[in-house]
């Protein structure tokens, strides 16, 4: 096997085994990133969100010239709402889950809303996980697929930060995965949120995992290279 390459990140480098890493987006759908949908009808700023929207697509095209892994979640429910506790059918201070909103029924599957953005939107080849939680195992096959291909360390990006991204690293982490968090391709509608978000993911000595930018990971993808 050949020796790992380091990545650059905090609170230590981190080594990686191209055979064994994938990259996870996070619900970088349109009713998080996109006026008139969810995030909007809660009330928040969505410009804080749509900040890591050209740093995930520059990522994304440089992950797909490597030709590795790509892992895309969308959080939503089904149609009925059977998925849907009912203290989290009960967020929002006007609007609701299921409820009609300028993008059809907002969070709903299927709905035009909780679609990802056309920008970020997955290949054919590419893992779509749709998932009920805010975070990525909940309900879901990601652990099973994780298994299935040898994949043990997670480069994770998305929306927002501080709830389904930590969510998921969270869940992640319980179960073995090394994940690395990517700061300038992770938001959140409250930036000061989206820095402690961070700042706990390294805490501790990287007590959830690890936190890198993309510049980083550029520079690693750069080595790759040069290593074949």
């Not at 050209?54 to 990522?59: A, F, Q, R, S």
């Not at 429910?77 to 849907?84: E, F, M, R």
Request: proline share 7%; with cysteine; hydrophobic share 40%.
């Amino acid at each position: 096997m050949p020796t790992p390459l380091e990545l650059v990140a905090k609170p230590h480098p981190v080594p990686v085994q191209w055979n064994s890493v994938a990259l996870l987006i996070i619900d970088m759908q349109r009713d998080f990133l996109e006026w008139g949908g969810f995030g909007d009808s809660l009330g928040n700023d969505i410009e804080q969100v749509r900040r890591c929207i050209t740093p995930c697509i520059n990522l994304l095209k440089a992950w797909r010239t490597a030709e590795l892994p790509v892992i895309h979640t969308r959080e939503g429910h089904l149609p009925d709402l059977s998925d849907v506790p009912s203290n989290k059918l009960q967020l929002g201070n006007g609007l609701k889950i299921g409820d009609h909103g300028q993008m059809g029924r907002l969070l709903v599957i299927g709905e035009p809303g909780q679609d990802i953005i056309p920008e970020l939107y997955p290949l054919p080849t590419e893992k779509l996980i749709d998932k009920p939680g805010k975070g990525a195992f909940y309900h879901t096959d990601l652990d099973d697929y994780l298994q299935a291909n040898g994949i043990n360390t997670l480069l994770v990006c998305g929306v927002t930060s501080e709830v389904c991204v930590h969510s998921t690293i969270r869940e992640a982490t319980d179960r073995g995965y090394r994940c690395i968090a990517l700061e300038d391709c992770c938001a959140s509608y409250f930036p000061a949120l989206h820095e402690v978000a961070m700042q706990m993911v390294a805490s501790q000595g990287g007590i959830f995992g690890a936190v890198t930018s993309s510049q980083a990971v550029y520079e690693l993808l750069q080595a790759k290279q040069i290593e074949v």
